[in-house]
């Protein structure tokens, strides 16, 4: 019996990602004999691989080297990616292995977000005004222009580093100075260096999982609601996804998503693309060239059936996916974050909790002891925990979070005196 062609897997994530990841590369690895491409095999990931290469996927000719001499005695079907710093680096290894992809220009203009914005307002897509800044007085210069509030951001990051909220000039100079570290930091990984000032969009922000197939046809599989965070922070604090979501079948929604995968150039992906509802209508704000994040193909899979994963793994081996709702019901996600700057000291669910019929787990991600940051300086570092509900509706998940909440054990010792702190 001949093997089954392999799929390239460009990035599992590091050790402590498995939370978060595992379920992804559960879903591949069911359907796929996964090879995993990157410097290193977190522990969580080796039940679910095929194989692994070792290459350094910042280094364009040495992990094009890495697979091509695989593939000499491997039949691959297909390079796909869930982390976003690979995503360019995975169309590019796809074209050049002739493997199907969408094209490397389209991937780096969603990676940029100054290109986004720039094809997103060529193309007349309802987007957010967005300004480049080169230092910190240029920046405010920029607020004047667009008018405050802003966002300060690098220009090619992700999971909301360094984006910040800014309703002064002071306020701008220092969120400046914190995004213009995260582009540095993260430039050899993420891309440019460089930081934007952007229009502040006021409304209720969701994520739109869509597919886009070959054939150019653009598929709304799912809508993320984003649930509310404290006034001021850019940090998600939780998601709901329900089969009955009427944004499903929305007309001015979907012509937007259209309207920014033509733009962008996109031909064969899954996409999660962040969108704020605003008074005047859907507004672009930004274009992840995959699957989201937070654990979102989980809450998709428990409440229409559709595998994210899957599809997108179908997309990059050339495959048809299945798009089809097979379940009608809801499913949420909620993060725990300190209340209180400080030291850890007490982080538990009670044993049991994760019996409860209607929790699909509920993880502690923080141990005791750790230096933790409340909002508005918290990032995803600072999360203390997670869980995750299903039910029949959105309303009864909501209800049921709040419900896991309060059997979460939380105690932060506050210091007497904080000191300076880059973040």
């Known amino acids: 019996m001949t093997a089954p062609p392999f799929l390239f897997l460009l990035g599992a994530g590091g050790d402590d990602d498995g939370p978060f990841r595992e379920f992804v590369l559960s879903r591949l690895a069911d359907a796929h004999a996964v090879v995993l491409v990157g410097p290193q095999v ?129 306020e701008v100079r220092a969120a400046f100075e914190l995004a213009s570290r995260e582009a540095e930091a993260g430039s050899a990984q993420y891309g440019a260096a460089g930081v934007l000032v952007e229009e502040w969009l006021d409304g209720q922000e969701i ?46 929604l979907a012509h937007v998503i259209q309207g920014a995968v033509q733009a962008l150039g996109l031909t064969r992906a899954v996409l999660c693309v962040e969108v704020m509802l605003t008074a005047s209508g859907p507004r672009i704000v930004e274009v992840n060239g995959r699957v989201g994040g937070d654990l979102l193909p989980l809450l998709v899979h ?25 379940r009608h019901a809801a499913a949420a996600i909620r993060f725990a974050y300190p209340e209180t700057t400080g030291v850890l000291e007490r982080n538990a669910f009670p044993p049991g909790i994760n019996a409860l019929p209607f929790v699909e787990r509920a993880v502690i991600t923080k141990k005791s002891g750790s230096r933790v940051f409340a909002p508005p300086r918290a990032t995803l570092a600072d999360r203390l925990a997670h869980w995750v509900v299903t039910a029949e509706s959105a309303v009864d998940c909501l209800q049921l979070l709040d419900e896991v909440a309060g059997h979460l054990d939380i105690a932060v010792i506050a210091p007497t005196h904080i000191a300076s702190c880059t973040r």
Request: aromatic letters at 4%; proline letters at 8%; glycine letters at 8%.
């Open 42 to 170: 977190p522990g969580w990931a080796t039940p679910y691989l095929a194989g692994h290469i070792d290459a350094d996927l910042t280094d364009a000719h040495e992990s094009a080297a890495a697979v091509k001499a695989f593939t000499a005695d491997n039949d691959v079907a297909g390079v796909m990616t869930y982390m976003e710093r690979h995503v360019l680096a995975c169309a590019q290894l796809a074209q050049q292995l002739g493997l199907p992809a969408g094209s490397p220009e389209s991937m780096a203009a969603c990676r940029d977000k100054a290109v986004t914005r720039q094809l997103l307002a060529r193309h007349q897509v309802p987007s957010a005004r967005a300004l480049e800044a080169r230092d910190a007085g240029e920046a405010v210069g920029h607020a004047g222009t667009i008018g405050y509030p802003v966002v300060v951001k690098p220009r090619a990051m992700a999971g909301s580093a360094g984006v910040v909220r800014a309703d002064t000039p002071a």
């Open 207 to 252: 994520s739109v999982e869509t597919a886009v197939l070959g054939s150019g046809e653009v598929r709304i599989l799912a809508v993320t609601r984003k649930l509310p965070a404290p006034a001021g922070t850019t940090q998600e604090y939780g998601h709901v996804v329900a089969a009955a979501d009427p944004l499903l079948t929305d007309a001015a």
């Open 302 to 326: 428990h409440a229409l059936g559709i595998d994210l994963p899957q599809v997108a793994a179908a997309l990059a081996t050339g495959t048809p996916p299945q798009l089809e709702p097979t």
